[in-house]
């Protein structure tokens, strides 16, 4: 049986009085905008970690993958390494990336730090800060002094752009993970405000039960299912296990626990409320996206480790997702010292040194991850239903699992309007590392206020590992009315008809239960029989790209069942300036991206890219109009030569801090790596090319050099490496060398489970280079929109 939560009433509050910007508002549920609820989808994406003449690029990329908003760090270290020497051009122009994002049609968070972590040196602070005798993140007026002049600089960069009245920016971020002093938060918001800087809305990260000032900012939560800062022997930590959960508790005690415990800001703990405040809507700001890689610990997590942790959120009634990271970048040089953290900069982890690919949605390169497929069909249902998901509250089940170690009660969750009584099952069947058994039958029960309980399916159902399912109940569409189908909403179609979008889930029968008095239809029209359940008529429906027709007494709608494998081909485009205000979905194996005007382009690896686009009048996919601008597609096996081999014998250690082994210096790196030049075709340089290399290796860690000048690195996880050519500034003529330190068995460092046992299969050490591969995908472009 289902007992929801009793639906609060909506209370307005905007945690920002002063800076109110009109058609926006935020309540204790949820934010609307013209008087409507949306659920933001926000993703991180930092401006200073990607080549400027990629932001247009990457924002097409996080657009179509359904974010709507861009979160950014501004990095002070990145900024103004010398003291009155601030820069603000070229890669570093806060307010170019500012307006690309809204050209693009996205929204902005901009996260001003000072301190901002982010795996960056001193937390982001310039070493003249970090030495500077003040106390820290503290209201000391010597500390405020360095950070009036600092937001000074960065609100004159941004020209007005961030203003309540107008403009791109949603929110402003004040510091990050801050625990222990609320009234600095207000004296930095006070001095945003003094240089100009201002949003409709103030937060700040709520995590390791953070105290933060009542009613001054919007709390928002993390929420990882892996992590790098944890030691490289201890289990699947708990504080990760508990996001593969439906509950209501949001704060994560272990995100930067490590950083809090060294730098003596634990803060409080125990009796400290791990619930949102009852003034604001429970959101995010950093479910992860993806993960960093530490020396020690390398975790690697899979598309679904990604989206469970996401789509448990949605269950627990998240009223904003937020992914941190969304694409990933390359880190600044800074010098010999670099601009990451690291145990030599008294952190206590060893991050790499250039490579900030986070396994992100997004990768380094530019590249789609899996996760982006995953994510943004979670991104299409928030875009569809969150206007009416707003209003439903979550609720739980009565029997709920024991506890992280349960893997045999099954996790779900209601999110149901009490006063309509529609609403959508949500269940999820995944975790990374301790794998879950096929859950023989399912059946659930759902009470929404005082109707008599709904039960569904039918009969009881297999739900096999591996699903993330959004079932609908009782959804009126058209006038006719759905009691439910067991395949996972995706979006509305708009026409004459609409059409209703659900993706089948694998292993799981489809059933369509309809009133008494609605009819199903064939795609042919033959009307289909069912078969009769209590008072309803059920049908057991065979996915496939043609839709049934349901008809009721005052409509009708269209129910396009798509099967399960077709899932991670699907791409909806959102309206925007120039769309006509027409939601599209799109089938491609290959990448699409979009800008606000929702003209696609995709950059296919094949003769035709394959796109299709559904057609609601004709009820079929027709092929989506595309023309190739520039080379076609080409690829190529890249030799390889061996310069100078590896070290016989690499140290098993190559030092420690706090029992968490160290990564190599520069000169060990250069004393144990092998050197292979590799030689790339001359058509990867021709005019209009932009190739990605593939490097398929094992070892430990590995540089890319392009005339001896490391240009990216990564620590070794069993992951295929990806990188861009052109932004390597590789495709220039120049030597082209790969650095490969081996690994030595019985390293103490953890590693995902199929790079841990090859290592466990090395005699003494493992240094290997598999495959390397340059691949450059054709650009396929759709006419842009008329208008």
């Known amino acids: 049986m289902h007992h929801p939560w009793a639906t609060p009433p909506v209370r307005p509050r905007m945690a920002n009085e002063q800076d109110r910007r009109p058609g926006l508002g935020l309540t204790n549920r949820w934010l609307q905008r013209d008087g409507r609820p949306f659920v933001p989808v926000s993703g991180e994406v930092h401006y200073s970690r990607v080549p400027r003449e990629r932001w ?13 908003v861009v979160s950014t760090y501004v990095i002070w270290l990145h900024h103004e390494p010398e003291r009155g020497r601030a820069d603000f051009t070229g890669g570093l122009d806060l307010a170019a990336f500012v307006d690309e994002c809204e050209r693009t049609g996205l929204d902005v968070v901009l996260r001003i730090g000072p301190w901002v972590h982010g795996e960056t040196r001193n937390g982001g602070f310039p070493d003249w800060v970090q030495a500077a005798d003040v106390a820290h993140r503290t209201d000391d007026p010597g500390y405020l002094e360095l950070v ?9 960069a941004l020209g007005g752009r961030a203003r309540a009245r107008g403009g791109p920016v949603l929110a402003v971020q004040l510091d990050n993970e801050l625990y222990d ?11 945003a405000r003094e240089a100009g800087i201002s949003a409709p809305l103030w937060t700040a990260t709520a995590w390791g039960s953070a105290q933060l000032p009542e009613g001054e900012v919007l709390p928002l939560y993390g929420g990882y299912g892996d992590g790098f800062w944890v030691d490289a022997d201890a289990p699947w930590d708990p504080t990760f296990r508990e996001h593969f959960f439906f509950s209501h508790v949001w704060d994560d005690p272990g995100i930067g626990a490590d950083v809090r415990a060294r730098t003596g800001t634990a803060g409080p703990t125990g009796s400290a409320p791990r619930s949102p405040s009852a003034l604001f809507p429970p959101a995010t700001c950093e479910l992860g996206g993806g993960m960093a890689t530490a020396y020690h610990r390398r975790p690697r997590p899979a598309a679904l480790d990604v989206a469970a942790v996401a789509h448990c959120k949605i269950g627990n009634g998240s009223a904003w997702q937020g992914y941190y990271m969304y694409a990933g970048g390359t880190n600044p040089a800074g010098g010999t010292g670099g601009t990451h953290e690291s145990h030599a900069t008294g952190y206590p982890n060893d991050v790499p040194r250039l490579g900030y690919d986070f396994h992100a949605p997004v990768g380094e390169s530019g590249a789609p991850a899996p996760s982006h497929a995953e994510l943004r069909r979670q991104h299409a249902f928030l875009a569809a239903f969150g206007e009416r998901l707003a209003d439903m509250p979550s609720s739980l089940p009565e029997v709920r699992p024991a506890g992280v170690e349960d893997t045999t009660t099954l996790r779900w969750a209601v999110r149901a309007d009490a006063e309509h009584g529609d609403g959508f099952v949500l269940v999820s069947w995944h975790q990374p590392h301790v794998p879950l058994p096929q859950h023989p039958g399912a059946r659930f029960s759902v009470r929404v206020g005082a109707r008599e309980p709904l039960v569904l399916p039918s009969r009881p159902v297999p739900v096999p590992a591996g699903t993330l399912a959004r079932w609908p109940f009782r959804l009126e569409l058209g006038g006719a009315r759905l009691e439910w189908v067991t395949a996972s909403a995706l979006t509305v179609l708009p026409g004459r008809v609409p059409v209703l979008v659900l993706t089948a889930e694998e292993g799981v029968p489809c059933e369509v239960a309809v009133p008494a008095g609605t009819s199903v239809q064939a795609p042919d029209g033959e009307v289909l029989p069912g078969r009769a359940h209590e008072d309803l008529l059920v049908h057991d429906v065979e996915p496939g790209e043609q839709p049934l027709r349901v ?14 494998d077709a899932a991670g081909e699907l791409w909806v485009v959102e309206p925007g300036a120039g769309t006509g205000g027409a939601r599209r979905l799109l089938r491609s194996a290959a990448p699409l991206a979009w800008g606000a005007d929702g003209a696609v382009t995709c950059r296919a690896t094949g003769e035709e890219p394959g796109a299709r686009a559904y057609d609601p009048a004709a009820r079929a996919f027709t092929a989506l109009p595309l023309r190739r601008t520039g080379p076609a597609a080409r690829h190529e096996e890249v ?6 081999e590896a070290s016989a014998t690499v140290p098993v250690l190559h030092g420690e801090l706090d029992g968490r082994a160290s990564a190599p210096s520069p000169a060990a790196f250069d004393e144990h790596a092998a050197v292979l030049r590799l030689h790339l075709p001359a058509w990867a340089g021709e005019p209009g090319r932009d190739p990605l290399l593939h490097v398929d290796w094992a070892g430990d860690v590995a540089e890319l050099r392009v005339d001896g000048r490391a240009v990216t690195d990564r620590f070794w996880d069993g992951s295929r490496w990806t990188v861009s050519l052109r932004d390597a500034g590789a495709l220039a003529g120049g030597e082209l060398t790969l650095h490969l330190l081996p690994l030595a068995a019985g390293a103490p460092v953890h590693l995902p489970a199929d790079a841990a046992a090859r290592l466990a299969g090395a005699d003494k050490q493992l240094g290997a280079v598999d495959a390397v591969r340059v691949v450059d995908a054709a650009t396929w472009t759709e006419p842009a929109p008329a208008g």
């Open 551 to 564: 008809r009721g007494p005052r409509g009708a709608l269209d129910l396009l069942v798509l099967p399960a």
């Open 181 to 191: 002093q609320p009234q600095h938060l207000v004296t930095l918001k006070r001095l």
């Open 56 to 68: 247009a690029e990457r924002l097409r990329a996080v657009r179509a993958g359904g974010v709507t």
């Open 639 to 644: 030799a390889v030569s061996t310069l100078r």
């Open 148 to 156: 009036r002049e600092w937001f000074g600089r960065v609100g004159a």
